[in-house]
């Protein structure tokens, strides 16, 4: 899959020192659901400002759709629709004149059908007359996706698209994003909610410190990174456990009542046999057993603790 | 040049012009009227001429200057500084749009306001005092350049504002002090020589200057002289403008 948004040695300091990207290497491959994650201040809103012509680079180079972001801005701009973190809007104008606004500002020319459907989309067609100011926090975020999609991007950025929006109105834009991206729209999400990259994303970036920390398909991500537990629910409660059952680096719970093993998925033995048939040697008995597989977010957060 | 986008500005700005029609045209409108009243009918009955010229009727292109430099200033300024503030900048600054363009939308904006209400004023000021304007061409190439050149320095004022007191500051402590002493309500002339000459380094009295020329032909310096001051000042800040988005201050870092 050809590239969309390639960045290359993307660096970025501010005024007062600080290096808020260091380095940058990236590339969004066109199509895709792109998830960036990163926790607060690792750079991820330094770099779509910086991708979306807000921010000035102070080192590197960025091609959207293979369009220089600095040389070629026009071109490059007009490919990009941005969602950002907070909902910026202009309280007063209506949904419509808001909307109309965004197309215009992008260089297109009046279509009404097409805002007609974008609003209809994101359930915003009975409020086109609204004020803005009158709509509600998860309101006014479909608001800003419709601003973003008025000029009809090939690139849609949503940084942080659900921040405060409630469990249902965030599966409806999950679905919103899908048909997104069925209709060939490349887009890239920043978000706290590791569950959304889980549920959305082609493939994972992680950013912390400014830097790319790993980037990779979500599925391969999940079987590299990713470890199953083994939850022994004991016979009988045991206080502590013998010597010959040290190397497995065992762990006691709920007062001895389970016994928890953690061990990976990509290794060549995961231990399961030899642990069992050590557990028989040494008399301790269990009932039940289970096995759960870490989540992406055990997983930035051991890649982020040690990066 | 994206047309598209320069319209979407220029019609955004005007918009906004006619949703708070009180406050933009109006309120200057009712400003101007009572300075006739003050000045025109209660100083003017003790001051009858000057430079063969009622002082109801001097006073008319001073006022419009008056009106017309504040409001340029304060619609420019707060039409890109309200952007920073809510943050919907951040719009501006990613659309295929380029500095040039940015600026045509919202100076112009702001310059159209500036010359409708002069003009609205000059038909306010019909009402009290008797006009006759030698010169209209040239009357509204001032009120034209002036309104412009305004709005740019407005429009800087927006760009370097970063709280609404500071957006005040310049056109309330600098600006309106300088066109009350810019001769809006007197000739410089009628000043002690000292003071006249401290006055000619007061920008406004070129544009107060120029502008009642092309009202009466009387003037307080050359008339040239007031267009090329003009035309330094506009020159001054398009420099400036340059500089601003070249640098990216205060919008791209």
């Known amino acids: 899959m050809s590239s969309i948004i390639s960045v290359a040695n993307l660096s970025k300091a501010y005024g007062s020192g600080f290096k808020a990207l260091k380095n940058v290497n990236l590339d969004i491959k066109r199509g895709e659901i792109f998830a960036l994650l990163g926790p607060n201040g690792a750079g991820k809103t330094t770099l779509i400002s910086i991708i979306c012509g807000i921010a000035n680079p102070t080192e590197g180079r960025v091609l959207v759709g293979d369009e220089d972001i600095q040389t070629s801005y026009r071109k490059a701009r007009s490919l990009i629709g941005l969602v950002p973190q907070e909902l910026h809007t202009d309280a007063f104008e209506s949904v419509w004149a808001t909307v109309s606004f965004s197309r215009g500002l992008f260089g297109k020319p009046k279509n009404p059908a097409h805002i007609e459907k974008v609003l209809k989309d994101l359930s915003l067609w009975d409020k086109k007359d609204n004020k803005i100011i009158t709509l509600s926090g998860g309101m006014k975020r479909r608001v800003m996706i419709a601003k973003a999609l008025s000029h009809e991007p090939q690139i849609l950025f949503l940084d942080e698209p659900t921040a405060g929006v409630d469990v249902e109105l965030r599966k409806g834009m999950w679905e919103v994003v899908r048909g997104l991206q069925q209709s060939g729209v490349t887009i890239i999400l920043t978000t706290h909610y590791i569950e959304e990259a889980e549920e959305m994303a082609d493939r994972i970036g992680v950013i912390n410190k400014g830097e790319i920390v790993l980037v990779e398909d979500k599925t391969t991500l999940m079987q590299k990174l990713g470890k199953k537990r083994l939850t022994l629910h004991l016979q009988n409660k045991v206080t502590s456990l013998p010597e010959s059952l040290s190397h497995y680096e065992l762990e006691l719970c709920d007062g001895g009542a389970t016994l928890v093993y953690d061990y990976d998925t990509q290794g060549e033995r995961t231990g399961i046999t030899s642990l069992l048939g050590d557990l028989r040697t040494a008399g301790i008995r269990f009932n039940d057993l289970d096995t759960t597989q870490s989540s992406l977010e055990d997983i930035f957060v051991d890649l982020v603790r040690t990066s | ?253």
């Open chain 2, 1 to 253: 040049m994206n047309h598209h986008a320069i319209r979407a500005i220029y019609l955004f700005e005007m918009a906004r012009t006619w949703r708070t029609l009180l406050q933009s045209i109006v309120s200057p409108v009712v400003s101007t009227s009572l300075y006739f009243v003050v000045f025109g009918a209660a100083i003017g009955s003790r001051i009858t001429e000057v430079e063969g010229v009622s002082y109801g009727t001097f006073i008319v292109p001073g006022l419009i200057m008056l009106s017309v430099l504040t409001q340029s200033i304060a619609n420019a300024s707060f039409g890109i500084y309200f952007p920073k503030f809510s943050g919907t900048i951040y719009e501006i600054l990613s659309a295929p749009i380029s500095y040039f363009e940015i600026v045509l939308g919202y100076v112009g904006a702001a310059a159209t306001k500036s010359i409708i209400l002069g003009l609205i004023i000059l038909a306010t000021a019909g009402l009290f005092v008797p006009l006759h304007i030698q010169h209209p061409i040239w009357m509204l190439t001032f009120l034209v350049l002036t309104a412009v050149t305004f709005s740019l320095f407005g429009f800087i004022i927006g760009i370097w504002a970063d709280g609404f007191e500071k957006l005040q500051m310049i056109p309330m402590l600098v600006v309106t002090p300088l066109t009350f002493l810019g001769g809006s309500f007197y000739s410089i002339d009628m000043l002690p020589p000292t003071w006249r000459t401290v006055a000619l380094l007061n920008p406004v009295v070129y544009l107060i200057s120029g502008f009642r020329w092309s009202f009466y032909e009387i003037a307080d310096v050359n008339v040239s002289v007031s267009i090329c001051m003009t035309l330094a000042f506009l020159a001054i800040c398009m420099v400036t403008i340059w500089w601003i988005f070249r640098t990216g201050y205060r919008l791209r870092n």
